[in-house]
């Protein structure tokens, strides 16, 4: 079992940064983030491979709607995943949900189904 605890949401004015943070319990094979907007589905944002064992040539992966603004990232020492977001714009109000898992399996790294473990959540919201 892995436990997931994010940190780092807040309000900013359209423009703006955060940066999410997202520590795990254990050691994991993969990890993402995902937003979910009121009324909307959840959605997969960015995700990394985070084991040594990944041998495949993308580590990570980003959805369009965020590349080129969020940057994905993960410290193995601290078992903490991060999330840089530049460039907020209203659009990206959403609570945020770290996700994790620690096998590997024939899903998208940003399909919601491909994760066992998942934090509480964590609120963004973008004023304009």
């Known amino acids: 079992q892995v436990q997931l605890v994010e940190s780092g949401g807040g309000s900013v004015q359209a423009g703006g940064s955060l940066m999410l943070s997202c520590v795990a319990s254990y050691r994991t094979y993969v990890m993402a983030w995902f937003r979910q907007a009121p009324g909307k589905e959840r959605e997969g944002l960015a995700a990394i491979y985070t084991s040594t064992l990944y041998s495949g040539t993308a580590n990570t992966n980003y959805a369009d709607s965020v590349k080129g603004r969020f940057t994905i990232s993960h410290d193995s020492a601290k078992r903490t995943l991060y999330l840089q977001m530049n460039s907020l714009i209203p659009e990206d109000t959403a609570i945020y949900y770290c996700?994790?898992?620690?096998?590997?399996?024939?899903?998208?790294?940003?399909?919601?189904?491909?994760?066992?473990?998942w934090g509480q959540g964590t609120q963004v919201t973008v004023s304009s």
């Open positions: 996700a994790a898992d620690q096998q590997t399996r024939r899903l998208s790294p940003l399909d919601q189904d491909r994760f066992q473990y």
